[in-house]
């Protein structure tokens, strides 16, 4: 990466309802090295490169978002750690921390990658990591994830905490996939030093198998742990959605993040950038901004910050998210994978 832009005084972002945005989500590629059956088709068409933003364009973006008060900076993809050359954007971003403008970069990942750069990610300032991973079964992963190895993910897990990373699991509530394997997950996670995340099944985009077949309410699951586990409630936060419990076995924390039985947009402080530039208010709104015009059409930030705060204006009080049986129609088209989460 040639430029390295800096961080001029903004004014910092605050929606219609009071929210300050904190949180930036940016997804840096469309394309993963897994196919799991609740983000995408199998057959997926993936965008050309020339629609991609450079990872030039991406650190400018991510600066201007960090001069208007963000202060959490989330990776992701499809699978971030496929992208060529994704280092040198860490390396470029992680002057932000160094300066105390940003707070945390982080990743999200499906592990696949770490044993190669997760000592490059604590070397550029990543503290914590997120690692998707649904069952501890091989051949039930493989069946999930469609391409993927597990004891490449566990080698990568391991990695990671050798690298000084802290670790935290999300796993997807699957009915009838993964039900039978919660307090295992539980158990093994905590054993490694690791917190774990519930998340419900949310409905985006065409994929099969239904997702109405998937759906388990984290209010179900919740109440089973809690046959085996006595759970405490907890203020923890990360920043994100989600909401935790102490396990007091283990000692260690449990996340639930549950889009469908229980919203979380009273406190909504992100935002997602695509790996086109699009910019998503709401994961659950189909709204969005185009902030890839705007970025290319001057080397000054003027017309890009002015995009941004546009959008903001427009942020939703919340999503629309439902599992609508009667239709067998996804809440939003897009695919997750699109949006990065």
């Known amino acids: 990466m040639t430029q390295t832009p800096t961080i001029d005084a903004a004014t910092p972002l605050i929606d219609p309802f009071g929210r300050s945005i904190s949180y930036l989500r940016v997804s840096v590629t469309d394309r993963c090295d897994f196919r799991c059956v609740y983000c995408m088709s199998e057959d997926m068409h993936f965008l050309p490169k020339q629609d991609l933003l450079t990872l030039e364009e991406l650190d400018r973006l991510c600066t201007v978002f960090v001069g208007k008060g963000v202060r959490k900076l989330r990776i992701t993809g499809g699978e971030p750690l496929v992208r060529r050359d994704i280092m040198t954007l860490f390396r470029s971003l992680s002057r932000h921390l160094e300066s105390g403008a940003l ?8 592990g696949s990658q770490l044993a190669r750069y997760a000592g490059d990610l604590a070397a550029c300032g990543v503290r914590r990591i997120n690692v998707s991973l649904d069952t501890l079964d091989p051949d039930k992963f493989r069946a999930i994830t469609r391409w993927g190895d597990l004891g490449k993910v566990l080698a990568g897990l391991e990695a990671a905490r050798k690298a000084g990373l ?3 699991i999300n796993a997807v509530a699957l009915k009838g996939v993964n039900e039978d394997e919660v307090e295992r997950m539980v158990e093994w996670s905590h054993g490694l030093g690791m917190d ?7 409905p985006l985009g065409d994929i099969e198998p239904s997702r109405f077949d998937q759906y388990w309410p984290l209010s179900q699951l919740r109440a ?3 046959e085996r586990f006595t759970l405490e409630e907890s203020a923890y936060r990360t920043g994100g959605p989600a909401r935790y419990v102490s396990v007091r076995e283990t000692g260690g924390r449990i996340g639930f993040i549950t889009p469908l039985t229980h919203n979380f947009c009273e406190s909504c402080n992100r935002v997602r950038v695509t790996c086109t530039g699009t910019l998503y208010m709401c994961l659950g709104q189909e709204d969005a901004a185009d902030l890839r015009a705007p970025l290319r059409a001057s080397e000054s930030n003027e017309k890009l910050e002015r995009a941004i705060e546009a959008a903001i204006a427009r942020k939703p009080k919340g999503h629309d998210f439902v599992i609508d049986r009667t239709t067998a129609r996804p809440a939003v088209g897009r695919h997750m994978s699109v949006t990065g989460g």
């Open 103 to 110: 707070d945390e970069l982080t990743v999200t990942t499906n």
């Open 196 to 202: 774990l995340t519930f998340i419900e099944v949310m």
């Open 224 to 226: 089973r742990l809690a």
């Open 166 to 168: 802290s670790v935290k």
